[in-house]
């Protein structure tokens, strides 16, 4: 028996994402990486339909979030 294991950069689809989670991922630049994970990981189960709303809810949230960095 032959197992193939495959990994991708993103195995979240752009199309699976309400449009305002897709655009807020774009903002959040180094971070978007580890939110799609959140949300990757909540997407699976159905139980978890609560903490996906609430994963999107917080990359939208992240997304307006600015700093500035002292000197």
């Given at each position: 028996?032959?197992?193939v294991?495959?990994?991708?950069?993103?195995?979240?689809?752009?199309?699976?994402?309400?449009?305002?989670?897709?655009?807020?991922?774009?903002?959040?630049?180094?971070?978007?990486?580890?939110?799609?994970?959140?949300?990757?990981?909540?997407?699976?189960?159905?139980?978890?339909?609560?903490?996906?709303k609430a994963?999107?809810y917080?990359v939208?949230?992240?997304?307006?979030?600015?700093?500035?960095?002292s000197?």
């Amino acid at each position: 028996m032959l197992i193939v294991l495959t990994a991708s950069c993103s195995s979240i689809s752009s199309s699976n994402l309400p449009a305002d989670v897709e655009a807020a991922l774009q903002r959040v630049g180094d971070n978007r990486g580890e939110l799609e994970q959140i949300i990757e990981n909540y997407s699976k189960n159905e139980s978890d339909s609560v903490k996906l709303k609430a994963s999107y809810y917080l990359v939208k949230s992240l997304a307006e979030v600015t700093y500035l960095e002292s000197q």
